[in-house]
């Protein structure tokens, strides 16, 4: 009886250490496939972390690119106002100054006519022609910058409208990114 008690004991510990060895088995290949998974999953979280960072950074050099663009459209929008009104002011002065001709002819006819008759002396008629010669010279500047000032101002629209283009550019690109 002492004998089947010890081998039933004996099998009884046979079979635990069978068993605790394939749980082990078991388990080791279940730790196994938790640390993959758990390699896995952190490579790419990493990965992700990563794929951020370079987004993160295109998207603040956009922004950068975008504020440095407007700037300059802030700055050339300026140029191209300065330009228009410095165009229109020469235009008007042109304006004026064809429309002060005929008045002007018509005061040194009439002090000529005076100085023939010897009423007055000939500076005023000097001082009227000199006025008359000023004027031609004023309008004849002013002829040749209107068309300096509209090619200045063309080229100025250009160079605006192409930094209009890059700032779309720049918003298409932000939102390329950010989809």
Not at 29 to 34: C, D, E, I, S
Not at 168 to 179: A, C, S
């Amino acid at each position: 009886m002492k004998r089947l008690i010890v081998c039933t004991v004996a099998g009884l510990i046979t079979i635990c250490i069978l068993g605790s060895q394939q749980s082990y088995a078991q388990s080791d290949a279940a730790a196994k496939r938790a640390r993959l998974t758990q390699d896995q999953i952190m490579k790419e979280l990493l990965n992700e972390v990563q794929q951020l960072r370079l987004e993160l950074r295109r998207m603040s050099i956009n922004i950068y690119r975008a504020q440095m663009v407007v700037e300059r459209l802030r700055v050339q929008q300026e140029q191209v106002l300065r330009l228009t009104l410095e165009q229109n002011k020469v235009n008007t002065e042109i304006s004026e100054l064809r429309s002060a001709r005929p008045g002007l002819k018509e005061q040194i006819e009439a002090l000529e006519k005076k100085w023939e008759t010897g009423l007055i002396p000939d500076t005023e008629i000097k001082a009227a022609k000199a006025a008359m010669e000023r004027l031609n010279n004023r309008e004849q500047s002013l002829v040749e910058r209107e068309p300096q000032l509209a090619a200045e101002l063309n080229a100025e629209r250009g160079n605006l409208e192409a930094l209009k283009a890059r700032l779309d550019e720049i918003e298409r690109e932000i939102l390329t990114i950010g989809k």
